[in-house]
C-alpha cells in the first residue's frame, strides 16, 4: 500500500515514500496529490471536518481519526480551559460523524485513555519533568484513581486495523492500554525508569491548587492545572472489548518495551 504522509514539518520515515508539508490549519492535505483510498488524522480533530469535501473528490472512502476519552471525564472539570476544549472536541465528533453521512464517507472515531510512548506526550513527560526537577511527586488522596496508560504504537496498529474493518464502518472506540495502574503505581514505573527510588508528598487539594500556580511560572509545566490533581482520586479505567473484537487490539501493558501481543 501507497502511504503519503502530512505533517507541519518534514520527516523521513522507511514507512512512507512521500512526504508532504502541510499546515491544516490553512493548508488543503489533499491539493495537488493523487487520489486516496483512506485517510488516518492524528491531529486535532477540529481539523477533519474542514477538508471532508475536498477528501471525497480526492476519493477518499474512509476516514480514521482520534478524539479522547477525555470527553466522558472532563465536561465536569474545575478547569473553564478544559472545559472549553472538551466542547470542542464533542463538537467535532458530532460534526464528523454528520459530514461522512452528507457526503458518504465511512468513518472510525478511536477515543485513547492517557497517551505516552511518543517522547511529547503531557502525561509521562510531565511527570518526567516534575521528577527531574524536584525529585519528588506531589500526590493528592494518595492518587488512588486508576488509570490505563496506552502506547503510541499500539493506537497506530489499532488505526490500521480500523481501517481495514468492515465492523468499524461509522463507530466509536474507546482504547485503553493493557495494563491498570492507580495514579500513584504509574508515577512509581516513571520513578524506576528515571532510575530513582519513589519518593512522594501527600498534599491536600487546596496545597496543590496554589503548588498549580508556581509551577505554572515555568515554562515546562504551563499547561498544568489544578483539575489535573482533583483527578489523581478518580478512576478513569474504560472497556476496549469492542475493539478487541473488531481491531484485534491487544495493547501491552505499561512498559516501553515492544508490545508482547503482536
Known amino acids: ?5 502530512v505533517s507541519r514539518n518534514a520527516y523521513s520515515s522507511e514507512h512512507s515514500e512521500v512526504w508532504v508539508v502541510r499546515d491544516l490549519q490553512t493548508d488543503d492535505p489533499f ?13 486535532f480533530l477540529s481539523l477533519v471536518p474542514r477538508w471532508l469535501e ?69 502525561n509521562v513527560s510531565f511527570v518526567q519533568s516534575m521528577i ?4 519528588l511527586f506531589p500526590l493528592v488522596g494518595g492518587g488512588k484513581g486508576k488509570r490505563m496508560p496506552v502506547h503510541a ?4 496498529q489499532a488505526a ?11 463507530r466509536s472506540y474507546n ?21 530513582r527510588n519513589p519518593r512522594f508528598i501527600n498534599i491536600p487539594l487546596v496545597v496543590a491548587r496554589l503548588l498549580v500556580h508556581l509551577v505554572r511560572l515555568l ?11 482533583e483527578r489523581m482520586s478518580i478512576d478513569l479505567v474504560f472497556d476496549y472489548s469492542d475493539a478487541a473484537r473488531d481491531l484485534d487490539y491487544c495493547p501491552r501493558p505499561f512498559t516501553f518495551e515492544s508490545n508482547a501481543c503482536v
Open 153 to 156: 504504537d499500539d493506537l497506530a
Open 31 to 43: 491539493m495537488d496529490q493523487e487520489s486516496f483510498d483512506y485517510w488516518i488524522h492524528a491531529g
Open 175 to 195: 482504547l485503553g492500554g493493557g495494563e491498570t495502574l492507580t495514579y500513584r503505581e504509574f508515577v512509581e514505573r516513571i520513578f524506576t525508569l528515571e532510575n
Open 54 to 122: 475536498s477528501a471525497k473528490k480526492a476519493g477518499v472512502k474512509r476516514v480514521v481519526t482520534f478524539s479522547s476519552t477525555s470527553v466522558f471525564t472532563k465536561q465536569d472539570s474545575s478547569s473553564p480551559y478544559e472545559r472549553t476544549i472538551i466542547r470542542s472536541l464533542i463538537e467535532a465528533e458530532e460534526e464528523l460523524s454528520r459530514q461522512c453521512e452528507v457526503l458518504g464517507i465511512d468513518w472510525t472515531l478511536l477515543r485513547p485513555t492517557m497517551i505516552y510512548g511518543a517522547g511529547r506526550d503531557k
Open 160 to 170: 490500521v486495523a480500523a481501517m481495514q474493518s468492515d465492523a468499524a464502518v461509522n
Open 132 to 135: 527531574r526537577r524536584f525529585g
Open 219 to 229: 515554562p515546562a509545566f504551563r499547561h498544568v492545572t489544578p483539575a489535573m490533581f
Open 1 to 5: 500500500m501507497d502511504v503519503v504522509a
